[in-house]
């Protein structure tokens, strides 16, 4: 499986991001998707996984704020953030967990400045 995030830019605070994450190979046998985050000198943290059934969770951080979703193939999962406050300036990574092995995309930077 092959993941490529795209969609980071720089955003002022209280804006609104897409982040979108192609999945390529062998999607079919994907069982989740998930977005992860990670900001200057902090650890990794996941912030939003959905599965093949659709069950979205949330990092307390961002619930009510973000919004996962995928299209039916697992060609696409989409990360639609908005309220967005300095302390999502982070690194954003898509990952996916795929015959219990799991995949990582490279990162896309999201910025929220004014």
């Known amino acids: 499986v092959q993941l490529q995030a795209s969609g980071g830019g720089l955003v002022q605070p209280g804006g609104s991001l897409r982040l979108s994450c192609a999945a390529s190979?062998?999607?079919?046998?994907?069982?989740?998707m998930a977005w992860y985050r990670q900001a200057p000198g902090k650890q990794r943290e996941l912030i939003a996984a959905?599965?093949?059934?659709?069950?979205?969770n949330f990092a307390d951080s961002v619930k009510g704020r973000f919004a996962i979703s995928r299209d039916s193939a697992w060609n696409h999962v989409y990360l639609e953030m908005s309220s967005l406050k300095h302390e999502d300036t982070a690194v954003y990574y898509c990952?996916?967990?795929?015959?219990?092995?799991?995949?990582w995309g490279q990162g896309t930077l999201v910025t929220v400045s004014s």
């Open positions: 990952q996916a967990l795929s015959s219990g092995i799991y995949y």
């Open positions: 190979g062998i999607i079919f046998s994907i069982d989740r």
């Open positions: 959905v599965t093949g059934s659709g069950i979205a």
